[in-house]
């Protein structure tokens, strides 16, 4: 992917990119952003690696992210280590972006994808490695006749140009340092109520994997360390690290 000079110019004017690499196609930019850290910490701090596909791209527990060619894929490499909730204001400043630019209502599946009209738009994965933290962000922008039969019924596209493509990059690096600066000062109770404003599935009973045990249970929303709040029907339980599934068993009960 080629940014224009200008826009290169205005992420670069940010506290939170230094120098970017720019690719056509490469595996994953996660696997470089954690190469370079792993190969000189201190130099890789607020490098940005941005691709227009990827062959080898994964999102949470490694499962593999749809990258075709057209869409946005990028990791920023953030030199300090921040708490998880990072991944949640990640995800809201994707969101309200998102409603902003193209009027379109947002809803985000704890704790890390954005919804479009029930369908993943984008995923965030948050990943920390000698005292670094990876942020890496992928962005439906190709054309909605690649995505394949086994995910029309889960994911959707906004369709962008180069050119509002990376208009669209610029905005979000902004967004992103502005959140950034005040998670930094006053951690994720700011933007409680903005990220469950917004939040998929309150109210309505889902899956839970918490470890190796597995409940229903239903949503109340997060809280201010941005753990999901579940009502079990016992006890309401507060899960820092958990694996939501309100899809697969809506379609189970409704078979």
Same mark, same amino acid.
């Given at each position: 992917?080629?940014?224009?000079?200008?826009?290169?110019?205005?992420?670069?004017?940010?506290?939170?990119?230094?120098?970017?690499?720019?690719?056509?196609?490469?595996?994953?930019?996660?696997?470089?952003?954690?190469?370079?850290?792993?190969?000189?910490?201190?130099?890789?701090?607020?490098?940005?690696?941005?691709?227009?596909?990827?062959?080898?791209?994964?999102?949470?527990?490694?499962?593999?992210?749809?990258?075709?060619?057209?869409?946005?894929?990028?990791?920023? +490499? !953030?030199? /300090?280590?921040? @708490?998880? #909730?990072?991944? &949640?204001?990640?995800?809201?400043?994707? %969101?309200? $972006? *998102?409603?902003?630019?193209?009027?379109?209502?947002?809803?985000?599946?704890?704790?890390?994808? +954005? !919804?479009? /009209?029930?369908? @993943?738009? #984008?995923?965030? &994965?948050?990943?920390?490695?000698?005292? %670094?933290? $990876? *942020?890496?962000?992928?962005?439906?922008?190709?054309?909605?006749?690649?995505?394949?039969?086994?995910?029309?019924?889960?994911?959707?596209?906004?369709?962008?140009?180069?050119?509002?493509?990376?208009?669209?990059?610029?905005?979000?690096?902004?967004?992103?340092?502005?959140?950034?600066?005040?998670?930094?000062?006053?951690?994720?109770?700011?933007?409680?109520?903005?990220?469950?404003?917004?939040?998929?599935?309150?109210?309505?009973?889902?899956?839970?994997?918490?470890?190796?045990?597995?409940?229903?249970?239903?949503?109340?929303?997060?809280?201010?360390?941005?753990?999901?709040?579940?009502?079990?029907?016992?006890?309401?339980?507060?899960?820092?690290?958990?694996?939501?599934?309100?899809?697969?068993?809506?379609?189970?009960?409704?078979?």
């Amino acid at each position: 992917m080629n940014l224009t000079k200008q826009v290169k110019e205005r992420i670069l004017a940010t506290k939170l990119v230094k120098q970017i690499f720019q690719y056509e196609k490469i595996d994953s930019t996660m696997r470089i952003a954690r190469r370079m850290v792993e190969d000189d910490s201190e130099m890789a701090s607020g490098t940005m690696i941005i691709t227009e596909s990827q062959e080898a791209g994964y999102g949470r527990f490694g499962r593999e992210w749809f990258s075709p060619d057209g869409g946005l894929y990028f990791t920023i +490499i !953030l030199g /300090e280590i921040y @708490k998880p #909730s990072i991944n &949640l204001v990640t995800g809201l400043s994707v %969101a309200e $972006l *998102i409603e902003r630019r193209f009027r379109r209502q947002t809803k985000l599946s704890w704790p890390n994808d +954005i !919804l479009v /009209e029930g369908k @993943k738009i #984008s995923g965030i &994965l948050a990943e920390t490695t000698n005292d %670094a933290t $990876l *942020i890496g962000i992928g962005f439906n922008s190709f054309i909605s006749n690649l995505i394949p039969d086994e995910l029309c019924n889960r994911a959707t596209s906004i369709p962008m140009d180069t050119s509002r493509k990376i208009v669209f990059l610029s905005d979000l690096i902004i967004e992103l340092e502005n959140n950034y600066s005040i998670f930094k000062k006053f951690e994720f109770e700011p933007f409680l109520p903005r990220f469950n404003k917004r939040m998929a599935y309150i109210g309505e009973e889902i899956q839970i994997i918490s470890g190796k045990k597995s409940f229903r249970g239903t949503v109340l929303g997060v809280d201010e360390q941005g753990a999901i709040i579940i009502d079990d029907g016992r006890e309401i339980r507060n899960l820092n690290s958990a694996e939501i599934s309100a899809h697969d068993f809506k379609t189970q009960k409704n078979s």
